[in-house]
Antibody, heavy 114, light 110 residues
Framework: EVQLLESGGGLVQPGGSLRLSCAASGFTFSDFGMRWVRQAPGKGLEWVSVIAYNGIHYADPVKGRFTISRDNSKNTLYLQMSALRVEDTAVYYC?????????WGQGMVVTVSP | QSALTQPASVSGSPGQSITISCTGTSSDIGDSKYVSWYQQYPGKAPKVIIYEVSNRPLGVSNRFSGSKSGNAASLTISGLQDEDEADYYCASYTGSSALLFGGGTKVTVL
């Protein structure tokens, strides 16, 4: 059974930094593209970043501020978030898959507030 | 990278069929075989119910079906049930590895 367990969320002030982690199990982690998708309170889904065989990509709102990485030896996905803004407040989901979001973590709340 | 366009809400009575539209452009839906649909209950993570336009993952009810024509995709729920009341999102994978989502549609069972 695929399991994705996020950690590292919390409350941070604007301009601050936070690192999210996602521990994966139940599949061969290194074989799959992985994404971060977020959902602001009461809003829809928004892809944030992806890391796959064809490289690393970011959505425009986070380019230059967020960095995605992975450690295949630890089956873990990361998202380093810097220069955080109030509008980055959201539930962040770790997602398995490149062309389809086939499995989702339970979500991690990130709140950016003064 | 604009979001795909979905109606904000769709409703139907138990047993009826409803269809949710998802409109994009020739750069996303129109140029992709990777259109997917997700179901999300309040406070829960989304779950994929349709992938590659019309394929259902194992365990997903055959009451859910997907299609695509030109720059638009559709999700049809047949035999509407109370448990289908949820938010539904379409998504399209693009050549730049983006996964563009629609704004979401709230389905209400009357």
């Amino acid at each position: 059974e695929v399991q994705l367990l996020e950690s590292g969320g919390g409350l941070v002030q604007p301009g601050g930094s936070l690192r999210l982690s996602c521990a994966a199990s139940g599949f061969t982690f290194s074989d799959f593209g992985m994404r971060w998708v977020r959902q602001a309170p009461g809003k829809g889904l928004e892809w944030v970043s992806v890391i796959a065989y064809n490289g690393i990509h970011y959505a425009d709102p986070v380019k230059g501020r967020f960095t995605i990485s992975r450690d295949n030896s630890k089956n873990t996905l990361y998202l380093q978030m810097s220069a955080l803004r109030v509008e980055d407040t959201a539930v962040y989901y770790c997602v398995k898959g490149l062309t389809v979001a086939s499995n989702w973590g339970q979500g991690m709340v990130v709140t950016v507030s003064p | 990278q604009s979001a795909l366009t979905q109606p904000a809400s769709v409703s139907g009575s138990p047993g009826q069929s409803i269809t949710i539209s998802c409109t994009g452009t020739s750069s996303d839906i129109g140029d992709s075989k990777y259109v997917s649909w997700y179901q999300q209950y309040p406070g829960k993570a989304p779950k994929v119910i349709i992938y590659e336009v019309s394929n259902r993952p194992l365990g997903v009810s055959n009451r859910f079906s997907g299609s695509k024509s030109g720059n638009a995709a559709s999700l049809t729920i047949s035999g509407l049930q109370d448990e289908d009341e949820a938010d539904y999102y379409c998504a399209s994978y693009t050549g730049s590895s983006a996964l563009l989502f629609g704004g979401g549609t709230k389905v209400t069972v009357l």
